[in-house]
């Protein structure tokens, strides 16, 4: 019998982390049949995989994937690949989720048959709980751009959705390769076409926030990775024709992260991508075809290579004064 939800788990460099990730996957008051625990093993060169297979000992269910390193898109892609189950969720290696919270996960997902599911989460910080979020309860499934729209309230991480696996595939929706914020370009392409949206108010995921990650130093790869991601996310808002609701929520977006994004690499003193001028024209055209009419710095509306100097000046000058 196959089981009704697949956890993928990529694993590369976290052998402080994997077990306590793993663990808490299989502490769970239900069938073992009810679902399946997949890692992927992305090329670690620490002791991770040797943890893993130490764990299948215990839990012979346990199935190790391994491959040459292609970063955290190309190893869900590969635990996609493999899973069986109805639902997938992704669940990131340095992270866990709550004892016995599969249970309810799949007695909704049974009773709904959603393309998703999206639910809270806790926020951890040096061993403890910071912040919970606990989405609002929909009554009814909705589609994904209404959900984009008017309930995501910017947080794209893909661990916290459960995907229909049947909605993956025929929708064909990978996971961009050779990118960081991969979550971020992820989302929105998804729920583009998701029919039917629920939400979970429960914070069954714990969230690491750990020194070290790639998304929390700010490097040139970091700046490129945000304005690629801006440009895809543009072609999306000119390709969704279908949905005046999801363009409007989509443009804004792309509006308000390239503000983000050009303050954030001025801020560290990195340079813009060459594309960023050709990328800002293209943006603010399509504002003014919308009606949005969003509120920017006039100098930033003029002269976008001037406005990151200015602002990285002004920045060092605050620092120096007040740190």
């Not at 292609?70 to 340095?94: C, I, M, P």
């Not at 989405?135 to 959900?147: A, D, H, I, R, S």
């Not at 003029?302 to 007040?322: D, E, G, M, P, Q």
């Amino acid at each position: 019998m196959k089981p009704f939800l697949s956890i993928v788990i990529p694993v590369y460099n976290v052998e402080d982390y994997v077990e306590k990730c793993i663990r808490s996957c299989y502490d769970q008051e239900l069938p073992i049949s009810d679902f399946e625990v997949i890692v992927v093993n992305d090329g670690t060169n620490d002791s991770s995989l040797e943890i893993c297979e130490y764990l299948q000992n215990e839990f012979p269910t346990l199935k190790i994937i391994s491959q040459e390193n292609k970063g955290l898109s190309g190893a869900r892609n590969t635990g996609l690949q493999h899973a069986t189950g109805e639902y997938v969720w992704f669940v990131d290696s340095d992270d866990w989720i709550k004892s016995n919270c599969l249970n309810p996960l799949i007695t909704l997902l049974k009773s709904t048959s959603p393309d998703l599911l999206w639910m809270g989460h806790c926020v951890v910080k040096d061993g403890k709980v910071i912040k919970y979020y606990i989405p609002q309860y929909l009554k009814t499934p909705v589609k994904g751009n209404e959900f984009y729209a008017n309930h995501l309230e910017g947080l794209y991480y893909i661990w916290k959705f459960i995907y229909s696996r049947k909605f993956l595939l025929e929708n064909n929706l990978k996971f961009y390769e050779g990118l960081i914020y991969e979550d971020l370009e992820f989302t929105p392409r998804a729920l583009n076409v998701a029919e039917s949206c629920i939400t979970l108010p429960e914070s069954f995921y714990y969230y690491l926030i750990r020194e070290g990650s790639i998304v929390n130093k700010m490097q040139q790869r970091n700046i490129n990775a945000r304005f690629l991601i801006i440009e895809n996310h543009l072609k999306l808002y000119s390709a969704a024709s279908n949905s005046e609701i999801f363009k409007r929520a989509i443009l804004q977006t792309c509006l308000e992260s390239f503000i983000g994004t050009v303050k954030m690499a001025a801020r560290s003193g990195i340079p813009l991508p060459k594309f960023t001028a050709t990328l800002w024209h293209s943006l603010k055209a399509e504002e003014r075809n919308s009606n949005i009419n969003y509120s920017y710095n006039k100098l930033m509306k003029i002269n976008l290579s001037l406005y990151h100097k200015v602002y990285h000046i002004l920045f060092r000058t605050y620092k120096a004064f007040f740190r």
